[in-house]
């Protein structure tokens, strides 16, 4: 039988050995995000999360348009007129997963879910938006364009990309299915907000999520309160 051909680009491998801070040629090619289709979201299944915090449950959709797969965690009776303490928080497997300090995200995923339980009742909605919508190659492009002197946003616009390309046209759907038409949303960002809002979604509170904060991620948080419209005290204030 003859060996399979490897799935791995090798010559991918070479560049990932690389150790100095020029940025690989192979850097500027494009790594293709597909265009946002309107999304089709279908509920597929749940479990029982247990967690440091609370036992959630774990409810899997299906965006049938982008094949992509996103989940809610939810705790306690979501389905009454009660505005719901949310979460609307985006891939990163970075800060989530590998407690990076280049970003704010793990601790805020952590802080949410602790809300959350506190409370007896909530709900986070994950979405599979890596890189703010550009992927997670996409961003260790950008990051590697960060460590040679670009800003977040520079670096996104340096790669082709806008500052943001999230859309949130998912949630509705999401939220439909628990019965659930207005949060407490805990976010810094006026915009992801307004986007909500603009989905129909009800926000009668923004609930500030100031956690995470240290030296390796100061300048990317003033970056997003200058030029990203967030909300953010720094700690020199
Ligand atoms: N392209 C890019 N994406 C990043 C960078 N740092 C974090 N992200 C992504 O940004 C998303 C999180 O967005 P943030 O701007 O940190 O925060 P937000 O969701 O707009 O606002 P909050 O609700 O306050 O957290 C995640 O998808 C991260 O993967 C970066 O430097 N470049
Ligand atoms: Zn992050």
């Not at 129909?200 to 995470?212: D, H, K, T």
Request: hydrophobic share 40%; glycine share 8%; aromatic share 6%.
């Amino acid at each position: 039988m003859s060996e399979p051909s490897p799935a791995v680009d090798l010559l991918a491998g070479d560049a990932n050995a690389r150790t100095d801070a020029t940025p690989p040629a192979e850097s500027h090619l494009p790594v293709p995000v597909a265009a946002e289709a309107e999304p089709v979201i279908r509920y597929v299944d749940s479990c029982d999360l247990p967690t440091p915090w609370a036992t959630f449950r774990l409810h899997g959709f299906i965006d049938t348009a982008s094949g992509k797969e996103h989940v809610a965690l939810t705790l306690g009776d979501l389905d009454d007129s009660a505005p719901v303490l949310a979460r609307v928080h985006s891939e990163c497997l970075t800060g989530d997963a590998f407690f990076s300090q280049r970003c704010d995200c793990g601790a805020q995923l952590e802080e949410a879910l602790r809300r959350i339980a506190t409370e007896g009742r909530g709900i986070v909605l994950y979405l599979r938006q890596e890189g703010r919508g550009i992927g997670l190659i996409n961003k260790i492009r950008a990051y590697h364009l960060q460590d040679l002197g670009a800003d977040t946003v520079q670096a996104n616009e340096d790669l082709g990309f806008a500052a943001d390309q999230r859309h949130y046209g998912l949630c509705e759907p999401m939220l439909a299915h628990f019965g659930v038409g207005a949060l407490r949303l805990m976010t810094n960002n006026p915009a992801k907000v307004v986007a909500l809002q603009k989905l129909g979604v009800l926000i009668p509170e923004r609930i500030s999520i100031l956690v995470g904060h240290n030296p390796s991620n100061q300048r990317y948080l003033s970056t997003k309160r200058e030029k990203l419209g967030h909300v953010i005290g720094l700690p020199a204030e």
